[in-house]
C-alpha cells in the first residue's frame, strides 16, 4: 500500500472519531472533510483536491484545495484562485453532471492521464479549472449507496511522475474513502447506522490487528476469565482468553485503540496486554452469557436498556397498579434500585448523543419533567411520575458527592459519567441543585472531554474582526475580556485564542472553574472554594510564578478584578470572562467591582462580547428577498440589501425536522482606542462609550448578526430573538 505511515495516522484518527461516540455529531462533519483532504493532498502531493457531498438531487462543494505550486510568487493569480475557491464552495451542481456525477451515479472510480484515450476531457477541463490537468482521481464515497465523491488533480512537480498519478494513488485514494464514507454517512443521516458484526471489521481493517468472528477461532483459559472476574471485564471491555506467560495474556477488545482501559486493565489485574484481537459487541456479549450469569451491576445500569423503555416501566408501576413485571413500586423509591441508575444514565447518555449542552431535570406539581438544552433552545424528553423526583435527584446527587439529606440550600458538584458507565464517554457534568416548591431541581451542564478546540477561523468571527483580535492576542500585557451569557461560547473562544499563542517560549496559565478542555502545553488549576482555592488566590499565585499569559475562569468579585488589572499592568497578558450584555457595558461593570477608571483603561485591550445563533440548515433553507422591515433593518445595519434565506417549516433529515442545525458565532469586538481611553477616564455613559467605539471600527452585536444573516448563516428572525436592533442610530 502506498504511504502507509499517513495511512496508517488517517485510518487511527478516523477511527478515534467512530468509535469515541455512540452517534458522532453533524458538527464533526467539517472537521472530518479537512483532516480526511489534507491526509489525501499529503499522502498523493496533489496539486488540487475537491470534496463533494450528494444533499438531495444536487452535487454539493465541501472543500476545495489549490497547492502554492499553482501561482508561484504571481499574487494576482494566487488572489484568482482564492476567489474561485470561495465561489464553488458555494455551487451545487445537479446531479449527474460532469466526471464526478458519472462516478455518483456509476458508483465506479476514474483514472485518466494525459496521453491517453481520454486526453481530451483532461484538456477540457483545464478551462474550468483553470490551470493545466495532467491526471485525474476520482473516487465515490459508498456505503449502502453513494454519498460523494473525491477527486484530485496533477501531483507536485517535485513528485517525480511527470504530474500523473499511479495505480497505487488509486488504491490509497479508494482506501481513504471507504474509511471515511461510513463515518460520514453516520453524519448526515440519522438512520444510517453499522451493524456489530460490520463495524468489528471496520476496526479491525483500520487497525491492522486480528479479527475474531466465532469462539472456535481462538484458545479460551477458563480458569484465567475465573480469576480475572466478571467487574473488570465488564468494566472495562476487554476479555482475557489466553496467558501467554506468568505476567501477560492476549484480550479480545471491541475499541483496540481504548489505552486508557488497556492501562486501567493492566493495573487492577497485575497483567501485561501482549496481544490484542479485535471482537464485535455482539460476540463480546455471548462471551459474557456463556462464562458470567447476569450480575447486578449489570442489571444496575450497564445494560443497553433505552431511555424510552426505563420511562415506560416507571410509569407503568405508578399508573397500573404499582407493578410492571417484576418491577414494583417500591423499588422505586430508592437511589440504589436498578430502574433509577439506568435512568439517570440513560438520560445523561441520550443528552450527549442528541447533542445537548445542559439537561434540566424539573420537579412540577403532578410530574417531573425532562428537558435538554439543544442549540441554545430547551426542548422537552420526558415527562415522569412525580414519585420518582426523590429517588432520582438523590441518584444524581451521590453520582457528583453531593449532601443527600440537604435538600432546602442549593448545592453544586461535578459527575464524572465514565466512572458510571462502561460505554465510552469521556465526559463531566457540571451539576446544579436548588430547592424549588415543587421538589429540588437539578441542571447539569455537559462537558465533553472528547472534544478538542476548534480554530479561530470556525468560531464565525468576521474576517475584520478575526484580524483585529489576533493582533490583541498577541499584544505582550494588557486585558483581553469576554462577555455574555451562560453558553454563549466565551470559554471556546478563550481556549482557541490560547491555542494561537500556544508555543515553547510562551509560558501560560489559567485558573478555571470546571477545566472544560485539557489543553497541551498549559499549565491549567482547578478552583476549589471548599478548601479556599478562589480565582483571587489562584491569581495571587500566578504572579509569583513567571507567567506571561494568564487565563482566570470569570472575574466575580472585587479582589479578582483588581488583581486581574495589576497583572495586566505588570507586563502579563491576562484574558478572562464576566457576565455583560455588550461590549461597553462591560467598562461600567469593572468599574462597580471598585477598579478605578485609569487603571482599566490602561489595562485593557479590548472587549469582546459574544452570542450563539443557530445555523439555519444548509440543505433545506428557503431564498427570498427581503422586504419592509426586514429590508429596513438590514439597510440600517450593515447598509445592504438583497436575497436572504428563512428556514423551511418542515426541516429535512439532514436537520432531523428542526430546520436549524448547529450554530454560529457573532461578536461585538470593542478594541481600545486614545477615544477610548479618553472616554474611560471621563467616566462617559455606556451609550457614548458605543458611539466612541463604533467610530472606532467596532461593529455592534446586532450589525455582526445582520451580516450573519446576509451570509446565509441564519434568518433574520433568529438574529432578532437574540439580539435587538441598536437603538443609538
Given at each position: 500500500m502506498a504511504t502507509p505511515n499517513l495511512a496508517s495516522a488517517l485510518r487511527r484518527s478516523l477511527l478515534i472519531k467512530v468509535i469515541s461516540k455512540p452517534a458522532p455529531s453533524r458538527e464533526d462533519l467539517t472537521s472530518v472533510i479537512e483532516l480526511t483532504a489534507s491526509k489525501v493532498v499529503e499522502a498523493l502531493q496533489a496539486q488540487s483536491m475537491t470534496f463533494y457531498l450528494v444533499e438531495g438531487n444536487d452535487i454539493a462543494f465541501k472543500h476545495v484545495f489549490y497547492s502554492p505550486t499553482l501561482w508561484g510568487k504571481d499574487k494576482d493569480k494566487e488572489k484568482q484562485f482564492q476567489e474561485t475557491q470561495a465561489k464553488l464552495l458555494t455551487l451545487k451542481l445537479p446531479l449527474g453532471t460532469g466526471n464526478v456525477g458519472k462516478v455518483i451515479q456509476t458508483g465506479e472510480s476514474l483514472f485518466f492521464n494525459k496521453g491517453g484515450e481520454d486526453t481530451a476531457s483532461l484538456m477540457s477541463m483545464a478551462k474550468t479549472t483553470g490551470f493545466e490537468v495532467n491526471s485525474m482521481l476520482t473516487v465515490p464515497?459508498?456505503?449502502?449507496?453513494?454519498?460523494?465523491?473525491?477527486?484530485?488533480?496533477?501531483?507536485?512537480?517535485?513528485?517525480?511522475?511527470?504530474?500523473?498519478?499511479?495505480?497505487?494513488?488509486?488504491?490509497?485514494?479508494?482506501?481513504?474513502?471507504?474509511?471515511?464514507?461510513?463515518?460520514?454517512?453516520?453524519?448526515?443521516d440519522p438512520k444510517f447506522s453499522v451493524s456489530p458484526d460490520d463495524t468489528a471489521r471496520f476496526i479491525s481493517n483500520l487497525t491492522e490487528l486480528p479479527l475474531v468472528t466465532k469462539l472456535e477461532e481462538i484458545e479460551i483459559d477458563e480458569k484465567l476469565i475465573e480469576v480475572t472476574g466478571d467487574a473488570i471485564i465488564r468494566r472495562e471491555g476487554i476479555f482475557p482468553h489466553k496467558r501467554l506467560s506468568p505476567n501477560s495474556v492476549a484480550v479480545l477488545m471491541m475499541n483496540p485503540l481504548d489505552f486508557a482501559k488497556r492501562e486501567s486493565f493492566s493495573q487492577a489485574t497485575e497483567m501485561h496486554i501482549e496481544e490484542v484481537r479485535v471482537t464485535?459487541?455482539?460476540?463480546?456479549?455471548?462471551?459474557?452469557?456463556?462464562?458470567?450469569?447476569?450480575?447486578?451491576?449489570?442489571?444496575?445500569?450497564?445494560?443497553?436498556?433505552?431511555?424510552?423503555?426505563?420511562?415506560?416501566?416507571?410509569?407503568?408501576?405508578?399508573?397500573?397498579?404499582?407493578?410492571?413485571?417484576?418491577?414494583?413500586?417500591?423499588?422505586?423509591?430508592?437511589?440504589?434500585?436498578?430502574?433509577?441508575?439506568?435512568?439517570?444514565?440513560?438520560?445523561?447518555?441520550?443528552?450527549?448523543?442528541?447533542?445537548?449542552?445542559?439537561?434540566?431535570?424539573?420537579?412540577?406539581e403532578k410530574e417531573l419533567l425532562v428537558r435538554y438544552r439543544i442549540d441554545g433552545l430547551c426542548q422537552e424528553k420526558l415527562r415522569l411520575p412525580k414519585q420518582v423526583c426523590n429517588a432520582l435527584v438523590t441518584r444524581l446527587k451521590i453520582m457528583c458527592n453531593l449532601d443527600i439529606a440537604e435538600r432546602r440550600l442549593p448545592q453544586d458538584g461535578r459527575i464524572v459519567f465514565k466512572n458510571f458507565t462502561k460505554k465510552n464517554m469521556n465526559i463531566d457534568l457540571r451539576v446544579a441543585t436548588a430547592p424549588m416548591k415543587d421538589g429540588e431541581k437539578v441542571v447539569m451542564r455537559i462537558l465533553d472531554k472528547s472534544k478538542s478546540t476548534l480554530p479561530l477561523p470556525a468560531l464565525g468571527f468576521s474576517d475584520e474582526n478575526l484580524a483585529r483580535y489576533r493582533e490583541c492576542i498577541r499584544q505582550p500585557y494588557g486585558m483581553i475580556l469576554h462577555c455574555g451569557p451562560t453558553g454563549s461560547g466565551k470559554s471556546m473562544t478563550l481556549y482557541s485564542a490560547l491555542g494561537e499563542v500556544n508555543t515553547p517560549d510562551v509560558n501560560i496559565q489559567t485558573a478555571e472553574d470546571p477545566i472544560e478542555?485539557?489543553?497541551?502545553?498549559?499549565?491549567?488549576?482547578?478552583?476549589?472554594?471548599?478548601?479556599?482555592?478562589?480565582?483571587?488566590?489562584?491569581?495571587?499565585?500566578?504572579?509569583?510564578?513567571?507567567?506571561?499569559?494568564?487565563?482566570?475562569?470569570?472575574?466575580?468579585?472585587?479582589?479578582?478584578?483588581?488583581?486581574?488589572?495589576?497583572?495586566?499592568?505588570?507586563?502579563?497578558?491576562?484574558v478572562s470572562t464576566l457576565h455583560t450584555n455588550d461590549a461597553p457595558s462591560t467598562i461600567s461593570r469593572i468599574g462597580e467591582m471598585?477598579?478605578?477608571?485609569?487603571?482599566?483603561?490602561?489595562?485593557?485591550?479590548?472587549?469582546?462580547?459574544?452570542?450563539?445563533?443557530?445555523?439555519?440548515?444548509?440543505?433545506?433553507?428557503?431564498?427570498?428577498?427581503?422586504?419592509?422591515?426586514?429590508?429596513?433593518?438590514?439597510?440600517?445595519?450593515?447598509?445592504?440589501?438583497?436575497?436572504?434565506?428563512?428556514?423551511?417549516?418542515?426541516?429535512?433529515?439532514?436537520?432531523?425536522?428542526?430546520?436549524y442545525k448547529g450554530r454560529v458565532g457573532i461578536h461585538e469586538l470593542m478594541v481600545n482606542s486614545e477615544a477610548l481611553t479618553e472616554g474611560i477616564n471621563k467616566e462617559v455613559e455606556v451609550a457614548q462609550l458605543k458611539r466612541i467605539a463604533m467610530k472606532s471600527g467596532m461593529k455592534t452585536l446586532h450589525q455582526d448578526c445582520m451580516l450573519k444573516v446576509k451570509m446565509g448563516l441564519?434568518?433574520?428572525?433568529?438574529?432578532?430573538?437574540?439580539?435587538?436592533?441598536?437603538?443609538?442610530?
Open positions: 464515497l459508498k456505503t449502502t449507496s453513494v454519498i460523494g465523491a473525491i477527486q484530485v488533480l496533477n501531483k507536485e512537480p517535485t513528485a517525480g511522475t511527470a504530474g500523473q498519478f499511479t495505480d497505487k494513488d488509486l488504491a490509497l485514494l479508494k482506501e481513504v474513502a471507504e474509511y471515511s464514507s461510513a463515518l460520514i454517512q453516520r453524519m448526515v464485535s459487541a455482539t460476540l463480546f456479549d455471548n462471551l459474557l452469557l456463556k462464562f458470567f450469569k447476569a450480575t447486578k451491576a449489570a442489571v444496575a445500569g450497564n445494560e443497553e436498556v433505552d431511555i424510552g423503555s426505563v420511562a415506560d416501566i416507571i410509569s407503568t408501576v405508578y399508573e397500573g397498579g404499582g407493578t410492571a413485571g417484576d418491577v414494583k413500586a417500591s423499588d422505586l423509591e430508592s437511589e440504589d434500585s436498578a430502574p433509577i441508575i439506568q435512568l439517570a444514565n440513560r438520560i445523561i447518555e441520550d443528552a450527549y448523543v442528541s447533542g445537548a449542552s445542559d439537561i434540566h431535570v424539573e420537579p412540577m478542555y485539557t489543553l497541551a502545553g498549559i499549565n491549567q488549576m482547578q478552583m476549589n472554594r471548599q478548601i479556599g482555592l478562589t480565582f483571587e488566590r489562584a491569581l495571587r499565585c500566578y504572579l509569583r510564578m513567571d507567567p506571561d499569559v494568564i487565563l482566570v475562569g470569570e472575574i466575580r468579585d472585587k479582589e479578582t478584578a483588581q488583581i486581574a488589572v495589576e497583572a495586566a499592568l505588570t507586563g502579563h497578558l491576562l471598585g477598579v478605578e477608571c485609569f487603571n482599566l483603561s490602561a489595562s485593557l485591550v479590548c472587549v469582546c462580547a459574544q452570542r450563539l445563533l443557530r445555523r439555519v440548515c444548509k440543505n433545506c433553507k428557503q431564498p427570498y428577498e427581503a422586504k419592509d422591515r426586514e429590508a429596513e433593518l438590514l439597510q440600517k445595519a450593515i447598509g445592504w440589501s438583497g436575497q436572504i434565506f428563512k428556514a423551511n417549516p418542515q426541516g429535512c433529515p439532514t436537520c432531523n425536522g428542526n430546520a441564519t434568518t433574520i428572525e433568529e438574529a432578532l430573538v437574540n439580539v435587538p436592533p441598536d437603538m443609538i442610530f
